[in-house]
């Protein structure tokens, strides 16, 4: 914790190891909530006018 974070450099990104890990997982979560399908009841619906 007392160390500053590593770097990331590519072309013109330079970007912190922790920042880019957050950002990865916040890619994953976003992927799998358009994947994963979104749930709902297992009764049928009920559709009284």
């Known amino acids: 914790m007392d160390s ?3 770097y990331f450099n590519w072309a013109f ?5 922790p920042n880019l890990i ?3 997982g916040m ?3 976003f ?3 358009l994947i ?3 749930p709902h009841s297992t009764r049928g ?4 006018g």
């Open 36 to 38: 994963l399908p979104f």
């Open 31 to 33: 992927a799998l909530a």
């Open 45 to 48: 619906r009920n559709t009284k």
């Open 27 to 29: 890619v994953l979560v």
């Open 22 to 24: 957050v950002i990865g």
């Open 13 to 17: 990104i330079s970007i912190s190891v």
């Open 4 to 6: 500053p974070a590593g």
